[in-house]
């Protein structure tokens, strides 16, 4: 079979990206432009300083991308881009860029949901096994995903209030820590003891979850110890945090994983990174039998590679976008790639 080169582009929120992969599976260069260090003075991303940014450098991002890789657009099969779940401003750069290299070039445009994307960033590793349960983690999203095989997306359990890279961040601000927080928790838990008695979040039968009760307990008791004139002992605070996140995140999927009968588990979205995490999950596989991945750390957190991995098994599954194609802010259905649309409504 004929190789397919994908062009993809994701800059749904703070990272302007762009990558060629071969065939689903093979980075062949990727550029990741991350706006981290404008947004860190204001403690988390401002939207409109986003998409100034994203289209102050998403032709640079284009350019150092073809140099890198060597190649030009006639090398290009497919393009695939990013149209939502995100920033609007975003992703509407995002999107506009890959619409205008569709219409010049003729080459077939194909729509990605950024969470298949962070599912695919595991096809990056090794080839993904079906059936699988993907936990997605991300700063958005917190979802179980059931899938019978490539690109469908049976959504089995989701948050109902806060994601959990989200309730990582904003813990991390109560506790003056920099924006993304999730990392400098991650790594302050490995420091510290379980000593402060918070709730575990959301433990009941579901697959859904539930972060805002832990983050509003950690809200609290940071602001009564204030008062109380007392310090807050943060390596002990991530500990204690970071622990009951993992806990409920391993019960669940552990779970849905038996519910299912199914023995691939993977993991997606910036959290995927976590460590804390990523030993519990290798924990709990190894008692049953499980077969774990996760996704290289460069292409845990948003990046381009992952579109393009994606877009290539959207492809296959006759996925197409046009010229109407339009970028999508709030969530959409895993469905919607099954009905071979791009949901535009
Ligand atoms: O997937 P991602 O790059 O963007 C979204 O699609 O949301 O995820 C970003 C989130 C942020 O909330 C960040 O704090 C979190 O992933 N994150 C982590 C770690 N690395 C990134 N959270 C916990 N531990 C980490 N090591
Ligand atoms: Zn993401």
Redesign the pocket.
């Known amino acids: 079979m004929k190789d397919i080169y994908c062009l993809s582009i994701e800059s ?2 703070d ?1 302007t990206s762009m990558s060629i992969v071969k065939n689903g599976n093979t980075d062949i260069a990727t550029v990741v432009f991350t706006q981290i260090d404008i947004h860190k003075k204001f403690g988390g991303v401002v939207p409109e300083i986003a998409s100034r940014s994203h289209i102050e450098s998403i032709t640079i991002v284009l350019d150092e991308l073809l140099e890198k890789a060597k190649m030009d657009m006639n090398d290009i099969d497919i393009i695939g881009v990013t149209y939502g779940p ?1 920033l609007i401003g975003s992703l509407l750069i995002g999107v506009e860029c890959a619409k205008t290299i569709a219409l010049v070039t003729g080459k077939p445009l194909i729509p990605v949901h ?2 298949a994307g ?1 599912i695919y960033a595991n096809n990056l590793k090794e080839r993904l096994s079906f059936p699988l349960i993907a936990l997605v ?5 917190t979802d179980l995903v059931y899938m019978k095989e490539d690109y469908s997306f049976q959504r089995i359990g989701s948050t109902l209030d806060d ?4 309730a ?2 904003k813990v ?1 601000k109560i506790l003056g820590l920099d924006y ?4 400098i ?3 302050k838990a490995t420091l510290g003891k379980d000593t402060y008695n918070l709730p575990y979040p959301l433990d009941d039968a579901s697959f859904n979850f539930s972060f805002s009760g832990i983050k509003s307990a950690v809200v609290n008791l940071v602001h009564n110890e204030h008062q109380r004139g007392n310090d807050i002992r943060i390596d002990d605070m991530c500990t204690s945090f970071q622990k009951r996140v993992v806990a409920i995140l391993t019960k669940k999927t552990k779970n849905a994983l038996q519910e299912y009968n199914v023995k691939n588990l993977i993991v997606a ?3 995927a ?5 990523r030993k519990s999950l290798e924990e709990m596989a190894k008692e049953n039998d499980i077969h774990l991945s996760y996704p290289e750390i460069k292409y ?3 990046n381009a590679t992952m579109i393009g991995a994606a877009a290539y098994y959207a492809y296959q599954k006759g996925v197409r976008g046009d010229l109407t194609l339009n970028a999508k802010a709030t969530d959409t259905l895993y469905q919607v790639f099954l009905n071979k649309n791009t949901d535009q409504d």
């Open positions: 749904s929120c990272e995100g950024h969470i962070h983690v991300s700063g958005g999203h994601a959990v890279g989200e990582y961040d991390a993304p927080g999730g990392p928790i991650d790594k979205g910036g959290v990174a976590n460590q804390g995490l845990c957190t948003d």
